[in-house]
């Protein structure tokens, strides 16, 4: 990536909905929609949407005052300057095995690149953003597990 270029938001890979219990959310959104459960466990369920997913994340004392209200995961093109750039803008970063910051909300977001996860823009919608990103083989196997490959990558 370029010196004093951006990293330039491609799309969103999920969103975080805080409940306090997960099976009543679970329930509950069962009641409406149709979907796939692709895991759960003690604090999160997910929902898959195709190449992305909904995290349903369960937040002790839910409603109470606390420094991480929201979660989302923003997809950007090349997060090679996002640690940089975030301390810059005075971000607070958090301990985990992704890379996490608060923003000054307290909304956590999680960065992820394009080419690292399952979400895929289509190849006409990529040209009309300037963009030429590609796929890891791990997203590619996991794309290709769901029976949702591109020709192109076979």
Known sequence: ???????????????????DDIDQALDWYGQIFEFTLRGKGERNAFIDMGDQFVNITRVPNYGAA???????GFVVDDRSRIIELAK??????VEGPFLDFLDPWGNRLEIIEYSNIQFTKAPHVLRGMGLDLDKNDKAK??????GMVDDAWV
């Open 1 to 19: 990536m370029a010196q004093g270029k951006k990293p330039r938001l491609v799309g969103i890979n999920h969103v975080a909905i805080e409940v």
């Open 66 to 72: 606390g420094e991480e209200k929201r979660h989302i």
């Open 88 to 93: 810059a803008a005075g971000a607070r970063f």
């Open 141 to 146: 196997k996991e794309l290709a597990d769901k």
